[in-house]
Structure formats: C-alpha cells, structure tokens
C-alpha cells in the first residue's frame, strides 16, 4: 500500500532489529520525541501499539496526521 514503517522504541540498542525486521525508520524516544518525528514525516495514518501504557500512547498520538487513527493495547 505504499506505507512507510515507522517502527518507535525506547533505546538505541534495538534500532538494529527493528530495522531488520522491516521498518523503514526507527525513533528512539528516549532520544527524541516520537510526535514531533512523526509531524516532521508528515503525520502518521495510523499508530498499531503493542504496549497497554496509555501515557505512552497519549505521548505519540501527536504524531498523527488529520484523520490519523490508533489502535491496540489493550
């Protein structure tokens, strides 16, 4: 579909592996804040969490672009 894979984590050390398995780009946010990244990219379509830490959800759902949606972690 043409997506770009940003995949986010906390900490350096597993940039490697992310981008291995696919991801176009890797945020550390530890580093650096995922929303903003994600507004520099042009806003994300849509944000799949793995996690259940709503803070955590609530400090990237910045990054979405108009009418950009989230879903998972529950």
């Known amino acids: 579909m043409g997506f770009k894979v940003v ?5 350096a050390e597993i940039e490697n592996d992310a981008l ?3 991801a176009h780009v890797y945020v550390d946010c530890n ?3 995922a929303a903003s990244k994600l ?10 969490s793995t996690i259940t830490q709503g803070d955590a959800v609530d400090a ?3 990054g979405l672009a108009p009418e950009g949606t989230t ?4």
């Open 60 to 62: 990237v759902a910045g």
């Open 71 to 74: 879903h998972g972690g529950s």
């Open 20 to 22: 291995a398995l696919g």
């Open 7 to 11: 995949a986010l984590g906390r900490g």
């Open 31 to 33: 580093a650096e804040s």
């Open 39 to 48: 507004q520099d990219m042009g806003g994300a379509v849509g944000i799949i």
